[in-house]
């Protein structure tokens, strides 16, 4: 059976409002979208559409007419790869828009790593994207994240600094000729073998706070490229993020701690 046939017969629209969310990218094959009313559907397939913001696996922690700020997974892109397009944040929140008005378009102001968790904020056209990336190290007036680390911390409270270099090959390493790298962090509370953190962060280099907390001896848990694997999702989160908004308006965007198996 092919998929409009399959709408047809499972649900009240009419061929044309159901050519309409085809045409939108409102309709999923197993959280695919697909566009071809003539798409062939297996036994095992599921079929859903696409209905406000209900669809999306990710909360909407602030929206407005300019910026739209989400609660990103650990696991999931920010932005498409050659492997990877439709599973992104990009792409989710772009479709979702797009159920609201279907001319709306979604820019990215910054990224989080795929296995970094929390407050990502996307712009809603290209003036306002520029605004905050441009001005980013002013307007971003606080980026803080929490992270469960492994083991016990020597001081309570620090500052880390490091000069990190992306090689040739797209990998991170701590080079004298790097760009500087400067995290703050302070203990949260301890646990058996690990530790939860507070983490502020004033310089926005890839990987950076990764790699600052194993240089101290304290990677974080789940860091499958820098840390120990015991945890299956890598437990770091952009907890909180306090910017200036085009008007010049203070926000604080915060989300809720998630609840890691602690070590």
């Not at 990009?90 to 910054?110: A, D, E, G, P, R």
């Not at 409270?157 to 995290?183: E, F, R, W």
């Not at 015991?230 to 907890?239: F, G, Q, V």
């Amino acid at each position: 059976m092919n998929l409009i046939t399959y709408l047809k017969n499972t649900t009240d629209f009419s061929k044309e409002k159901i050519k309409s969310l085809l045409k939108n990218k409102q309709v999923l094959v197993n959280d695919k979208i697909e566009t071809k009313a003539t798409f062939i559907l297996k036994e095992t397939d599921t079929v859903r559409i696409l209905k406000g913001s209900s669809y999306l696996p990710f909360p909407i922690l602030y929206e407005d007419s300019n910026i739209i700020a989400i609660d990103k997974p650990s696991g999931i892109l920010t932005i498409s790869t050659s492997k990877e397009k439709e599973k992104t944040v990009y792409h989710l929140v772009s479709t979702y828009l797009k159920t609201k008005n279907k001319n709306q378009k979604v820019f990215i102001i910054h990224r989080l790593d795929k296995d970094t968790s929390g407050v990502l904020l996307l712009a809603k056209s290209k003036k306002v994207q520029e605004f905050y990336q441009k001005n980013w190290n002013q307007v971003a007036l606080k980026r803080e994240y929490i992270a469960l680390v492994s083991g016990h911390l020597k001081k309570d409270t620090d500052t880390i600094i490091d000069y990190l270099k992306i090689d040739k090959n797209g990998q991170v390493k701590s080079q004298k000729d790097g760009k500087i790298a400067i995290t703050n962090y302070q203990k949260i509370k301890e646990y058996k073998n690990s530790t939860l953190v507070k983490i502020n962060i004033q310089t926005g280099r890839k990987h950076q706070i990764r790699l600052a907390l194993k240089k101290i001896g304290n990677p974080i848990v789940g860091d499958k490229k820098y840390g120990i694997t015991k945890n299956k999702e890598m437990c770091l989160k952009a907890s909180l993020l306090k910017i200036l908004t085009i008007d010049n308006k203070e926000l604080i965007i915060k989300t809720i701690q998630p609840k890691w198996n602690k070590l």
